[in-house]
Nanobody, 125 residues
Framework: QVQLVESGGGLVQAGGSLRLSCAAS????????IGWFRQAPGKEREIVAA????????YYADSVKGRFTLSRDNAKNTVYLQMASLRPEDTAVYYC??????????????????WGQGTQVTVSS
């Protein structure tokens, strides 16, 4: 069993930055696949970024490439999503997800078995 708790969301002006955190608990090791997704009102959930167990390999959606950075600190069982140059279209609820049985990069929501409760990010124009 893994519990994921996101934090760091909020309201920011376009061009601003936010850092989301996802704290994992329930296992002695957090060396597993992790991902960040988002869902805007009226839209389907989409992948934002994903990382392998060490964080050495990462994936980013084209819409956030060059602006968002995923990192992980396995010693702290925490994953971060640094978001810069935010745009109004980045407004969404952001979720972190994990699959403790996998170690590679997973880009499909169905591949993840644990999800956080989500944190709202609102970017004003």
């Amino acid at each position: 069993q893994v519990q994921l708790v996101e934090s760091g969301g909020g309201l920011v002006q376009a061009g601003g930055s936010l850092r989301l955190s996802c704290a994992a608990s329930g296992r002695t090791s957090s060396r597993f696949s992790i991902g960040w997704f988002r869902q805007a009102p009226g839209k389907e959930r989409e992948i934002v970024a994903a990382a392998n167990w060490s964080g050495a390999l990462t994936y980013y959606a084209d819409s956030v490439k060059g602006r968002f950075t995923l990192s992980r600190d396995n010693a702290k069982n925490t994953v971060y999503l640094q978001m810069a140059s935010l745009r109004p279209e980045d407004t969404a609820v952001y979720y972190c997800a994990a699959n403790p049985l996998r170690t590679g990069i997973l880009t499909q929501g169905g591949e993840y078995t644990y999800w956080g409760q989500g944190t709202q990010v609102t970017v004003s124009s």
